[in-house]
């Protein structure tokens, strides 16, 4: 009977463990797969936005004026100053579309009416070349608290009356958007119109239960109405801006991976709408493996681009460099922060041709690096590098007397990458930043006072000498080893920049120059 007793106990024990087998199953299966979530935000003053958010949101896009009229216009009104200035702008500004959009050309003048100097601004926003048809816009007296950037390297600025600028609304016929022209001056003299978008766009969302406050609007490019990729999209975990991650690309383009799952963000033209979309297709992997066996590591991170989605990775400051990444497949253009060792190589994309200096800074991008799920794709920097001069150009032929001016980049002509910059790591390193090294060091410190005191008691009460020195040792051991371990973990070293010494050579051997030239 003991044995039946004991036999059923224990089915009986085997059928409650399956039991809870199949609930954890359950539940498991019944995990939801994140599905797309559409938020409503609401419009505001982009001179309103949080200070840490006004730089980004009201720098605004700029242009060089100058002194000079420009031939292309046909009638300028007639100037009261001597020296008026003169200047074009693009818009929408997009990258590597070519410039799609249209020339805007103004010009600013003195009337002595106002305290300002430049305090009339004339834009042709009919863009047919003729500057006297469109209504003058004067100096605002009284600009919204906001309107202006603060920055050191600023000496004055003005703003102007709002634009309406037309732009494409969702392949539809053209809308205003309403644009804020500011004059600003700098230390070194030098004149900018700046055009600010003066609308932003806020919320609360929740993705996978994590709470966000959003902030959409323009940067330092109008591209069009706020659906275009390069609005700038701030996702503030929590509205605490000290967890805002550094050098992470702030676009709407931009993918962010929450939970271990990658989102796109899109909006609605008018920016009252944010769409959030998780990414359910396949993934590969980049790895990098130095070809250069005299490299012991070699560590990657930096950011991908489709020509539509941006993909950071890694990072130098507040995200470590990788090995090997998990990448949604697709063929993306490429630039690395490249780790061998104690050296760091910066790259980007290759925007010069032969004898032309940003002659490819619009053009598509070439999709480099292709990202398949079956085959990792290997970074051993096996290409031979070449020299790329953005001027002079090869057939370039001097003339008797001529100057000549020299700009070389170093390329990877098969990843079409240039390299920017080059640092090699000092000795020692640098503390990461961190919210919590204020609580760590005053423990440390605590720690160390308490422990020299224990100390000092073994040496007044001898006889308690054994039990002091314990405490003493644990308070060390407790506070300060972990401590030293911590920093020697998560340390990051600190680079020093190393330029090339270049030298400028006759057929003959004869040297003719030489110097530091910088990278990119």
């Known amino acids: 009977m003991r044995g039946k007793a004991t036999l059923w106990r224990f089915s009986n ?10 609930l954890v199953s359950a539940l498991l299966g019944c995990k939801k797969e994140p599905q797309e979530q559409v938020f409503e935000l609401k419009e505001v003053s982009a001179f309103d936005v949080p200070k840490q958010l006004h730089w980004d949101f009201c720098r605004g896009q700029d242009t060089l004026c100058s002194e000079n009229p420009d031939p292309n ?29 249209r020339w805007y050309y103004f010009a600013l003048d003195q009337t002595g009416k106002a305290e300002q100097g430049y305090d009339i601004l004339y834009f042709d926003l009919n863009c047919d070349l003729d500057l006297t048809n469109d209504k003058p816009l004067a100096v605002q007296q009284n600009p919204p608290k906001g309107a202006t950037v603060s920055q050191s390297a600023i000496k004055n600025q003005i703003c102007f009356d709002f634009l309406a600028l037309p732009f494409n609304f969702d392949d539809e016929e053209s809308r205003p958007l309403e644009i804020m022209p500011r004059l600003v001056v700098n230390e070194g003299d030098e004149k900018f119109l700046v055009l600010v978008t ?7 969302i929740d993705i996978a239960g994590r709470n966000y406050d959003v902030w959409l609007g323009h940067n330092r490019f109008i591209s069009g109405w706020f659906n275009n990729p390069l609005t700038a999209l701030h996702l503030i975990p929590d509205g605490d801006f000290q967890r805002i991650q550094e050098y992470s690309g702030n676009l709407l383009t931009k993918w962010h991976r929450i939970n271990d799952t990658d989102y796109h963000f899109s909006a609605s033209p008018s920016g009252d709408r944010l769409i959030v979309q998780p990414y359910q297709g396949k993934y590969g992997i980049i790895k990098s493996r130095p070809a250069n066996h005299s490299f012991k590591n070699a560590k990657i991170s930096g950011v991908l681009y489709s020509g539509k989605d941006i993909y950071w990775f890694g990072g130098k400051s507040n ?9 949604p497949v697709g063929d993306y253009a490429l630039g690395l922060e490249i780790f061998f060792d104690d050296l760091h190589l910066s790259t980007g994309a290759n925007i010069h041709s032969d004898g032309h200096r940003l002659a490819r800074i619009d053009d598509p991008p070439v999709l480099s690096v292709k990202i398949r ?9 096996s290409n031979k590098p070449e020299i790329l001069f953005a001027s002079p150009a090869k057939e370039h032929r001097l003339k008797k007397g001529e100057q000549l001016q020299i700009e070389a980049v170093l390329i990877d002509p098969v990843l079409d990458i240039m390299f920017t910059d080059i640092e090699k790591a000092k000795s020692g390193f640098v503390l990461p930043e961190s919210d919590w090294n204020l609580v760590i060091f005053r423990g440390v410190a605590f720690g160390i006072v308490l422990a020299v005191i224990f100390w000092l008691l073994s040496v007044i009460i001898r006889s308690k000498r ?5 405490l003493s040792g644990l308070i060390v051991a407790i506070t300060v080893v972990p401590f030293v371990i911590y920093y020697f973990i998560n340390h990051e070293n600190e680079y020093d920049d190393i330029s090339p010494t270049v030298l400028i050579s006759r057929s003959n051997g004869e040297n003719v120059a030489e110097g530091v030239m910088p990278f990119g």
């Open 13 to 22: 024990l085997y059928c409650k463990f399956l039991v809870f087998l199949l």
């Open 73 to 101: 216009v046909t009638t300028y009104p007639e100037f009261v100053s001597e020296k008026p200035l003169f200047g074009k702008i693009h818009l929408p500004r997009e990258l590597h579309t070519g410039l799609r959009g």
């Open 198 to 204: 003066t609308t932003a766009f806020t919320g609360k």
């Open 319 to 327: 995200r470590k460099p990788v090995s090997s990444c998990r990448i």
């Open 373 to 381: 799920e079956d085959v990792p794709f290997i970074l051993d920097f």
């Open 466 to 470: 054994r039990v002091f020195l314990t």
